[in-house]
């Protein structure tokens, strides 16, 4: 079977052995995978001397189940989520606590964003945010896109900021409150919340020594929390966290199981009445979310991409001629 990984700072397609199925996994032919630019880029900027394989959201159909599964059968469209199980390849072995079937009424290219849903949802749960209270949310790629409107479908009070303009217009489309001037959120927050703050900053986006660690800090109310969510140095002045009692929690991946490996490499679920909100029960929130139409994905999908013609598609991001928040990949296999 053929896969993607990056090598020397390029995306390239190699050759690699078919998974054998295994027990309480699935043997999966992969019909969609999604690109994460943010996290890829980061990826292929670090592979030099090795090879790393890319991707960690996708769908496709059971091939085969292993030992020990009864949730599946052969035939079942199902989304996963999670790297090393789960890429840019055309055959994916991955455990059953990763996965989830899909609606049959759901477009199946929409459900190889699930990753990324799964991801935007663990971030608002860390968040503990509760009905009508206002979160501000910094940085509009993909995953801040994902997080707003699943805020905003949360009847959360959504206040949404990135530079670019374009990216502020796809949220004002949808009616959720976005600025691409610090000034214009700053007093949208003061007016919104009778000037006491926002109750949380999610902060999407990169960077060393980021002015947003400092200037989030502002933005909230008194113990009143900032959750980093993109790759930000958490770089945080102890007088304004003091002076709010602020809370500054950091969210990890998709939720409670991610790099254990009771859970993910036995795929050993926790019990549901312990641990309600796994990755995988959240792989499947985000399905419920995008079939029941309470968030729109449709944006994110205007670009796809033959596998064979997948490298093209990363030099193209590489060299800033695309600005696309994603791009769908498709598999002929």
Request: with cysteine.
């Amino acid at each position: 079977m053929n896969s993607i990984a990056a090598s020397n700072g390029a995306v390239r397609i190699l050759e690699k052995e078919k998974p054998t199925i295994k027990p309480s996994f699935l043997l999966i032919k992969t019909l969609f995978s999604a690109v994460s630019p943010g996290t890829e880029i980061e990826i292929i900027g670090v592979s030099e001397g090795k090879e790393i394989s890319l991707g960690y959201s996708a769908v496709g159909v059971v091939e085969e189940c292993g030992e020990d599964v009864s949730d599946y059968q052969i035939g079942d469209i199902v989304a996963c989520y999670g790297a090393p199980y789960v890429g840019h390849a055309e055959y994916l072995l991955v455990p059953t606590t990763l996965c989830a079937k899909v609606p049959e009424n759901m477009e199946t290219k929409q459900a190889a964003l699930a990753g990324i849903g799964a991801i935007a949802i663990h971030a608002l749960r860390v968040a503990k945010l509760e009905f009508g209270e206002t979160v501000v949310v910094v940085g509009l790629g993909l995953l801040g896109q994902m997080i707003a409107k699943i805020a905003n479908a949360a009847a959360f009070n959504v206040i949404a900021l990135d530079i670019s303009e374009e990216r502020v217009s796809m949220l004002q489309q949808e009616g959720i409150t976005s600025f691409s001037s610090v000034g214009n959120m700053e007093d949208e927050v003061m007016q919104a919340t009778h000037s006491r703050g926002a109750d949380a900053v999610l902060l999407c986006a990169g960077g060393k020594r980021s002015p947003l660690t400092h200037e989030s800090l502002k933005w909230i109310r008194n113990q009143g929390k900032v959750v980093i969510v993109g790759d930000i140095e958490p770089d945080f002045p102890r007088e304004l966290m003091f002076a709010k009692e602020a809370q500054i929690l950091i969210s990890r991946a998709g939720g409670p199981g991610r790099y254990d490996k009771q859970y993910e490499l036995q795929a050993i679920d926790y019990p549901y009445g312990y641990v309600r909100w796994t990755e995988g029960r959240n792989v499947a929130e985000y399905l419920r979310l995008v079939n029941t139409k309470r968030i729109d994905v449709q944006p994110f999908l205007s670009e796809t991409v033959d596998f064979n013609d997948a490298p093209g598609a990363y030099k193209d991001l590489l060299d800033k001629k695309s600005q696309v928040l994603t791009s769908i990949i498709a598999y002929n296999n």
